[in-house]
């Protein structure tokens, strides 16, 4: 456990935030935004999601200090980017964000389960969740640093 | 006229005695070297030297706090400036592993975006040209008068994290990441060495050590191992 | 020849991957912890071998649901119905780091007619299976904007009691141990949440060594592939196909085409009410074994459990 107060909530930010390594995903193409409920649902669902990383004994440490409110407006706009919404976020590299903590993979697993019950509470469906979850999973590389 | 030149003599030496070197090699409790450890030099009953009350730059890009700890002497002037291309808001924090030490200066800083940022914002995305603020203020100034640490924050990233400490004496330093730190100009006799490290819970065992012509040399260990930084 | 040099070849890189291991186990033996950190269902089960991965097939993947930084254990219990035959299966495996993985598995087939035409009534083939897998490179599931697949290493080191079989085994040049080795490439491909794996194995197993290795037609090991492909259908949730192909060591044997030998497939169910326990249902084909005496190809069913902790 780090005395610094851990920030992973930019774990998500960053999650999102440099998925363009594969511009295969199809930009113009919303229908998975539509899908998550565009922007009004990614709001709630990120509220959701906030309670439940609070909520959950492996995440609390990671969030119960941060700027909840910054890492979840983050999380919309890198969301809405990521699955052809109309927003553009330009902020710190995942690296950068995450360098000052220690997350290991299982941290980033632990995370991905949280998003899931978060994503089935809001209905979304199975094939939807996993193809959001195909482009934030390369992400673990820039986040995943320790050991 | 003979001892007029002994006396002179004598005071040039006096004069030259004061140049003290103290050299302070620290490693932690698993014996590796320790950077990033504040080194206080106490020379109880010298003269101190007239207060220099310099700008010390603390520049914020790609995240972090740049020196991410930053020793000063009282009186001195933080000038935080931020190069990275997204506002950071600037504030003291308690310093300590619990955060039980309050700061020894309080202030909150909005500074906003750099121009050109210092490092490249993300290496996946093109740049995106943002809105920029008419009078933009990228940088401010905190005077520091009173001693002891103060922590660095920003109340957007929480994982930006840095540290001052202002020194209560004139001789002090931080040790380099061999853990050697150099301190000059120490008068001679006695002096005492004390260490600070942000993520200590304890304090350090204080060390005595004559200092005067020839280069005093201290070695010290902590009394815990702090966490790895990566670079 | 040139399978001859290349199962040398897979033989020497095994043995110096086997070197390898201790050192990749030190390199964060202290920071192990028990944990099961791995997303569900993405361990795998055990397969008959006892290595994880498919019901017939050894995956890349590492047994159980430690990750990276933490150490696994699992157990499991396998009982196989074909038409003419039983099969029991009960074991254990570990893993750590999600780079190494042993296992000991230990094969219980019950014979049942066909023992008792051949004289041997009562007659229970055991096998006792000791492996070891190494994850070579590659993640299976995080990697999604990638080709590459997690690829593993394996070895499975089979030892036989034939019983009261043992004579007849040695007079068709059968013998009663054997090493298969293999490489397995696994990938979920998470967009439309599909896994498909891919395995080479060099092996002389017949009937995946229940009939000792090697045998009268052959008595070289031979590169054998396998194929898995499953769907997820919910988290906990997976459908899919295996098929495995075989050698024929003991056809033609004194005994005609008597021991010819087949493919094996099936299609499974697997259920994994939590990170804790799996259980796996599958309609399973294993071909013909000793036709000479059971004519009719081995069809039944497959039910397995699965505990990790």
Redesign the interface.
Known sequence: MTPITRCVALLLVCWLGTAAAQTTAASNDDTLYRAFGGQSGLVQLMDDFMVRLLADRRMNPFFKDVNQQHVKDQLVAQICELTGGPCKLQGPSMKQVHNQIDITRADFNALVEVLQQSMDARGIAFTDQNRLLAKLAPMHRDIVNTP | MFRSSILLGLSLATWAAHAGTVQVTVVDRDGRPAPDVVVLIEAPGARAPAAAAPVVPITQE???FVPTLTVVSLGSTLRFTNK???DHHVRAMPS???GGIAPAKTFELRLDAADEAAQQ?????P??P?KRKANPVRSADVKVDQPGPIGLGC???????GQVYVSPTPWFGKTDAQGIATIDNVPDGPVQVNLWHG?QLQDQAMQMVQSGAAPAKVSAQLNFTP?R??S | MLLNRLLGLTLASAASALTVVPAFAQESASNLRWGNGKLLLTGGVSSIDGAAGGGLTPWAVTAGYATVGQIGATAHATHVRTRDYRLNVFGVAVSANDRVELSLARQDFDTRDTGTALGLPGLKLKQDIAGVKLRLLGDAVLDSDSWVPQLALGVEAKTLDAQGLAPVLEALGAKRRGTDVYLSATKLLLAPGVLVNATLRSTKANQNGLLGFGGTARSRASLQPELSVAWLLRRDLAIGAEYRSKPDNLNPSPLGNGLKEDDWADVFVAWAPSKHLSLTLAYVDLGRIVPAVATRRQSGTYLSAQIAY
């Open positions: 790609g995240l972090r990275d291309a997204y300590g592993p619990l914002v993300d290496e996946y995305k740049p995106v943002v109340h957007i990233h929480s994982s930006m994290r993520e966490r930084r990566r």
